[in-house]
């Protein structure tokens, strides 16, 4: 079987690491991206950047989407210039943003349409496991269609965890993140509350690394950021609310209430309007350190 011809579309912090590493199993690679600059490392490889989405999904055969969410999903896919432009029935289109499941649900029936084979494939992971290629993939696919693409998502991630149809694997992503929101805001919290006690933060880790029930890899990923107070992004701030916020409405929609997630949206919005919606998630232990000192 020929190998399929890749275009990537969404070079950002994770994007960019995925396409390396679809690069490095060999695959033929076409990207592209809305700041051209980030196409430049992969020019320098001898991989083309297409000059529009439409142009891309002409010469592909599976095209990977990992961009923002839902409007930056309609920026690439709609429009004169977009995918959908280059009427690429017979191809397949994987995205792997995190978008909201009614997005998804959509999207779906747009493939469907237009002949198309979607799979919905978000991941749950950050930078470095996007960087070793070990993230886990949450898959929204019929059976059949994700078989067949099992390698190649596998040359981006270590695991495949299939949810179901689409909207399947979104509405998982969701949950994950739903679950990841909070030990944030738990681990910022009680940060500043040791800080407000006169206590060292760090007797926080050394306490949950001894402990059989607290000790968590995420709360080591995240242990640099809130002992040195610096916030480089891995996960963007930007992207945390972004999420929570699909998962509010969308518990909504079926008559749910998060009082902690709108609690999470809350202290992620402050943080977001004092200038650091581009910076790691974690900066929200910021804007608990400035409200103590208030
Ligand atoms: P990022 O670094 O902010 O990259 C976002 C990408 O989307 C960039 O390529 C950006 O293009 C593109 N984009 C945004 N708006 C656009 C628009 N209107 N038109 C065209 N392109 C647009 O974000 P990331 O961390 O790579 O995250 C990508 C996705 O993965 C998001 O859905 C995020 O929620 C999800 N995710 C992130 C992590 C993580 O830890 N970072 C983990 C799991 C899932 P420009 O370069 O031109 O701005």
């Known amino acids: 079987m020929t190998p399929p011809r890749i275009g990537f579309i969404g070079l950002g912090i994770m994007g960019a690491a995925m396409a390396r590493n679809l690069v490095k199993a060999g695959y033929d690679v076409t990207v592209w991206n809305r700041d051209r600059k980030k196409t430049e490392e992969f020019q320098a490889m001898g991989r083309e950047a297409a000059p529009t989405p439409k142009a891309l999904a002409q010469r592909c055969d599976v095209i990977i989407t990992m961009v923002t969410g839902d409007e930056a999903m309609e920026a690439v896919l709609g429009g004169p210039d977009g995918v959908f432009a280059a009427r690429f029935s017979g ?27 979607f799979l919905d494939c978000p991941v749950a992971g950050s930078k470095p496991l996007a960087e070793n290629g070990t993230l886990l993939i949450l898959a929204g696919a019929e059976e059949k269609a994700l078989e067949k693409r099992r390698a190649l998502l596998l040359s ?26 909070q030990m944030t805001t738990g681990l910022c919290e009680s940060a500043a509350l040791a800080r407000a006690f006169g206590l060292d933060p760090e007797l926080i880790f050394r306490t949950a690394e001894a402990s059989p029930a607290i000790d968590c890899g995420y709360f080591r990923m995240k242990k640099n950021n809130i002992l040195k107070e610096e916030f480089p992004p891995a996960f963007a701030l930007k992207d945390l609310l972004k999420d929570v916020r699909y998962m509010l409405s969308e518990a909504s929609a079926r008559g749910l209430r998060l009082p902690v997630g709108e609690a999470v949206e809350k202290l992620a919005a402050k943080t ?17 350190l400035a409200g103590e000192e208030k």
């Open 91 to 117: 191809s397949t289109l994987i995205n792997m943003s995190t978008v909201s499941s009614a997005y998804c649900e959509k999207l779906a029936a747009l493939c469907f349409r237009e002949a198309v084979t």
């Open 156 to 181: 981006m991630g270590k695991t495949v965890i299939h949810a179901g149809p689409p909207p399947a694997g979104t509405r998982l992503k969701l949950c994950v993140n739903l679950l990841l929101s």
């Open 272 to 288: 977001y309007n004092s200038g650091e919606r581009n910076s790691d998630l974690t900066a929200m232990y910021k804007s608990l």
